[in-house]
């Protein structure tokens, strides 16, 4: 079992930054942040592969930047010139296969999430 545990997150202004982290009991082939707001389906922001391969969602290509300690088992998330559409929960996954998957429900453990509120 992989135990992810959060901090971070919390509220600034369109234009501000943020930066989320991940404790991970184990570091896994594929680990990835989702994120999640009222009434939408969550979403992936990036996937991070173990040889440190990114892919990240378009909207937030350029503005956010997924890095890891690998010795650490610890995943950052720097979230740079926010929007109010970054608002939501963010969440620290893990996927126990040798591949990344698209859907959010195929990962096997989760962060408790970190709340992410930008305003206008």
């Known amino acids: 079992e992989v135990v992810l545990s959060q901090s971070g997150g919390g509220s600034v202004q369109t234009g501000g930054s943020l930066r989320l982290s991940c404790s991970a009991s184990e570091v896994t082939y594929c680990m990835a942040w989702f994120r999640q707001t009222p009434g939408k389906d969550r979403e992936e922001v990036v996937f991070?592969?173990?040889?440190?391969?990114?892919r990240y969602r378009s909207s937030v290509k350029g503005r956010f930047t997924a890095s890891q300690d690998n010795a650490q088992k610890i995943l950052y998330l720097q979230l740079d010139s926010l929007q109010p559409e970054d608002s939501g929960m963010y969440y620290c996954?893990?996927?126990?296969?040798?591949?990344?998957?698209?859907?959010?429900?195929?990962?096997?453990?989760w962060g408790l999430g970190s709340l992410v509120t930008v305003s206008a």
């Open positions: 996954a893990a996927y126990g296969g040798n591949f990344c998957p698209v859907y959010w429900r195929n990962y096997d453990y």
């Open positions: 991070i592969y173990r040889d440190g391969e990114k």
